[in-house]
């Protein structure tokens, strides 16, 4: 909705104009300004999100203006301030109301972005560009592209996202919003160049690194992102985010040492997040220094005591040192802090079936099935509970349901043959391998880890799988 009617007033007349409002405001006096000055100090004040200096001038509207169509408007900003559609299209409707004015059909686009109505509210944006004779429209342009994405139009969306870049005030925010544009179209070779292209214009430009960095990390391709990030970091080195995405990446990559040298050093240029304390913390971990991971995890918790990591960071050590009780207890904390971090909840699965707490187990399982009921190892999980439980039928019933809700996926084929051998259903244990293995020959291996000499002792199983084997070696 931020649109100044100022054309007749420069920034530093608006200023002494606010500044007259504030004056008189502060003091007592009688106030008085014409239609439009109010309308001006109006906008000023709903970008401030100054409700109750809002309310002021829109008496003062209705008081001395009560004739005049300026008034409407004034005060359908003033209930759109406040996110009351209902009342801001009462004075939106009005007939006397100026439609030709672009600032009309700006809090007229607005009204309707709020009661959802897009395509509306996008027709009236146009009307103001065509009215504004299409100077000085970036920020309505942006406007423009938040609606596109809400109608799932990211084709105009990132049309208008690029539009509008000049009007931002938050170029890094516009860069995710173009990121996800291209993203969502499946052209992420165009993001790429698109952002090679921001750094090539403006090479100190950290947001335009973070960016090129970010989408290197959206395909995977890592150790191209850590270039990147390091780029923003060699424009700033307090830079933080960089920091913390180098760190995430080298532990995903198991470079723990790495990530202990780029935290490290974020620590000497003065930068201590918690994230990164938690970062820390499992690098330590990874390579056997536990006891000072406990005490970068501690250090993340001082900082932030609702900072989950840390909580759950706590847990992973003592699951490794096999103290269940305390592993339970930080990770159940954890997952107060991130109810819906799935990865916890797996954890707590494994823990209570350590101490043969099933039950529990069960009900962690459900809560993560509440959660994201399409995981597959969501229903691996369930049937491993009912294993350790004895009960057989319902680990079957649990790989059944998790085909159905995701179709024949090989890892629970397997899972669901080896329950078929085992059981003595020989026919129907064949059928499920010889589709687990036309699905995913190489998950063969987790298969006959289940039991080795089992399995391999079988001469049908083993002719089933060198067919595969000799399929997959042409």
């Known amino acids: 909705m931020a649109f100044n009617d100022d054309n007749f007033l420069d920034d530093y007349e608006i200023q002494e104009l606010i500044k007259k409002f504030e004056d008189q405001l502060e003091s007592g006096m009688t106030m008085f300004f014409d239609a439009d000055e109010l309308n001006i100090i109006m906008e000023h004040y709903v970008q401030q999100n100054d409700i109750e200096k809002i309310n002021i001038i829109a008496d003062l509207a ?167 990030y390091e780029y923003a970091l060699a424009i700033n080195q307090h830079y933080e985010i960089a920091y913390v995405n180098i760190a995430t990446i080298y532990n995903e990559l198991d470079k723990y040492k790495d990530s202990i040298e780029i935290i490290e050093e974020a620590f000497r240029n003065k930068v201590e997040k918690p994230i990164l304390y938690c970062l820390y913390g499992e690098a330590l971990a990874k390579t056997g220094n536990k006891l000072d991971a406990i005490t970068n995890f501690k250090k993340a918790i001082e900082l932030d005591e609702n900072i989950a990591e840390a909580y759950a960071g706590l847990g992973f050590i003592f699951c490794e040192e096999n103290n269940h009780k305390s592993a339970i207890k930080f990770l159940k904390h954890a997952n107060q802090l991130a109810p819906y971090n799935t990865d916890y909840l797996f954890v707590l699965v494994e823990q209570h079936n350590k101490l043969e707490k099933f039950k529990t187990s069960l009900k962690y399982l459900k809560e993560i099935e509440d959660i994201f009921p399409y995981d597959v190892n969501l229903y691996i999980a369930y049937m491993e509970v009912y294993i350790l439980m004895d009960d057989v039928r319902n680990a079957v019933k649990s790989l059944e349901k998790g085909m159905k809700m995701l179709g024949r996926q090989a890892s629970l084929l397997y899972r669901l043959a080896f329950i078929n051998f085992v059981d003595d259903d020989h026919e129907s244990g064949m059928m499920n391998l010889e589709e687990a293995l036309s699905l995913d020959y190489e998950g063969v291996q987790e298969f006959i880890d289940f039991d080795p000499n089992y399995l391999l002792n079988n001469e049908s199983i083993v002719n089933l799988i060198n067919e595969y084997k000799n399929k997959n070696n042409k």
Request: aromatic share 14%; proline share 2%.
């Open 62 to 228: 209705s008081t001395y203006h009560n004739t005049n169509p300026l008034t409407n408007l004034i005060m359908a900003k003033k209930y759109l301030s406040v996110q009351d559609t209902s009342n801001a299209m009462t004075y939106l409707n009005e007939e006397d109301n100026n439609t030709e004015d672009p600032d009309y059909q700006l809090s007229l686009a607005y009204c309707y972005s709020l009661m959802e109505e897009h395509k509306k509210s996008l027709s009236a944006y146009k009307r103001a560009i065509k009215l504004l004779e299409n100077d000085n429209c970036d920020d309505i342009y942006n406007s423009m592209a938040v609606e596109y994405m809400l109608l799932h139009d990211y084709e105009h969306a990132l049309y208008y996202f690029k539009k509008g870049i000049k009007a931002c005030p938050d170029i890094s925010e516009q860069y995710i919003e173009i990121t996800n544009c291209y993203f969502f179209l499946e052209r992420s070779d165009e993001a790429i160049e698109f952002f090679k292209g921001e750094v090539d214009k403006n090479p100190y430009s950290i947001a335009a690194w973070m960016s090129l960095g970010n989408c290197y990390l959206r395909l995977h391709l890592l150790e191209k992102a850590v270039e990147q």
